[in-house]
């Protein structure tokens, strides 16, 4: 009898690719984004480089960091019918399912001839990550009844993304926070997101279906959808004491409820990516003034700590980003869109690596189900 493989749930430590697009040792609670580490990119790129450096595989001169913002500059617009398809969506509908429906569209407007072709490629990658803060932001404006704002042609990424949510040009701080949360979240290896997108793009179908595929899996609870929930857990807290979060906590855990924005499959110790957000809210709070929900963190992370950080379930990016986020200003539930649009770098970076010497995913199964049974015609079944 053959021997049966054995089956290992959510394919944990199993290799889907030769990669050097991010380095992560989580036991260390290091992460390196082509071999650089996160702390000396989120402190001296912008997100444009670092996009650059993910996707093309090297650090971008001054001229080619020039040329490429001015390529996504230039293409930041939406067509009028990609507007017209958002004002068609349901406005109580959840942004991620907006922004997944305008993508796959995007393949419509924008294609190509093949996925082989360079030229495609190229505009494709320059495409996704100059429309979807466009997208994200139009479709938050025309939810409420408000027209879409038209992207500055002189504002940074990040900077252009906040004032295409309200018209206003943020302060440089805010700016600078939001670049940084960019930069974290734009590559994290082989999470279900970039495997989705590697699965899709493994098939050769075009770049927009495969970022509308990873968003749509980027959705989920237990992935982007995170930080989201974190605010959610944390406003049901009622009483925020020390005593009463550490109660809260050790229910939660016997219960064998998760502790969103805490736990990960790869650290085992504080993600490197909860460390620098923390440091920019301290900033923020300092200027702006601190928030309740900020403390109840804090207090949270240090009661977690005591009871579960033997097991290696420390805060991960999530825990802080919603935070940070809800202190610019930026609703719940932009909160994992704003996940995509940073991701999509690491997702275009992975399919790029995908396709060179492609080989279409087809793993394998564990057969756990019944064979050659026999046929029992519908009126003859009780
Ligand atoms: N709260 C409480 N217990 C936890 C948590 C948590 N957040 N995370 C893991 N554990 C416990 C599990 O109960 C389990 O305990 P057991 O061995 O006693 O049964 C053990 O740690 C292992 O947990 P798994 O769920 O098997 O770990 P896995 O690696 O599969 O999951 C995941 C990782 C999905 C992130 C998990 O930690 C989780 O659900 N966290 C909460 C959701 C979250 O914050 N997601 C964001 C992840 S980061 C990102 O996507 C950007």
């Not at 889907?16 to 071999?35: E, F, H, M, P, V």
């Not at 930041?76 to 019918?81: A, N, V």
């Not at 994200?136 to 900077?159: C, F, M, N, Q």
Request: with cysteine.
């Amino acid at each position: 009898m053959a021997q049966v493989p054995e089956y290992i749930p959510g394919l944990a430590g199993i290799p889907a690719a030769r990669t050097s697009i991010c380095y992560i040792d989580g036991s260390a609670g290091k992460l390196q984004y082509r071999g650089f580490p996160i702390e000396v990119l989120s402190e001296r790129c912008s997100y444009e480089e670092v996009a650059y450096l993910l996707v093309f595989g090297h650090l971008p001169s001054a001229s080619q960091l020039e040329e490429f913002r001015n390529q996504l500059v230039s293409e930041r617009g939406l067509k009028f019918r990609i507007i017209d398809l958002l004002k068609t969506l349901p406005e109580s509908g959840h942004p991620m399912d907006a922004l997944t429906a305008a993508v796959a569209a995007m393949g419509m407007f924008y294609k190509g001839d093949h996925i082989a072709d360079p030229e495609f490629r190229r505009l494709s990658v320059i495409r996704l990550i100059a429309k979807l803060p466009t997208i994200v932001t139009a479709w938050h404006r025309i939810r409420r009844g408000d027209d879409p704002i038209k992207p500055s042609h002189e504002l940074g990424h990040a900077a252009n993304f906040l004032y295409m949510l309200e018209g206003e040009v943020p302060t440089r701080l805010a700016e600078r926070v939001f670049d940084v949360a960019l930069i974290l979240h734009a590559e994290h290896s082989m999470n279900a997101s970039t495997f989705t997108a590697r699965v899709t793009g493994s098939t050769l179908t075009d770049p927009y279906a495969v970022v509308a595929s990873a968003i749509g899996s980027l959705a989920g609870p237990l992935h982007g959808g995170a930080n989201e929930q974190v605010l959610t857990m944390l406003e049901r807290i009622d009483d925020r004491s020390p005593h009463a979060v550490r109660s809260w906590a050790e229910d939660r855990l016997a219960r064998k409820d998760k502790v969103m924005g805490f736990g990960h499959r790869v650290y085992k110790v504080k993600d490197p990516r909860a460390t620098i957000l923390q440091g920019l809210a301290t900033k923020l709070f300092k200027k702006f003034g601190s928030t309740p929900d900020y403390d109840l963190a804090v207090e949270l992370e240090g009661q977690m700590a005591d009871l579960v950080g033997n097991k290696g379930i420390y805060p991960n990016v999530d825990f802080y980003s919603g935070i940070v986020y809800q202190k610019l200003g930026i609703p719940m539930d932009l909160f994992t869109p704003i996940f995509a649009i940073s991701r999509v770098a690491g997702w275009l970076a992975h399919l790029l690596e995908q396709l060179e010497g492609n080989r279409i995913f087809r793993p394998s199964q564990i057969w756990v189900g019944e064979t050659d049974r026999a046929f029992v015609p519908i009126e003859e079944r009780a």
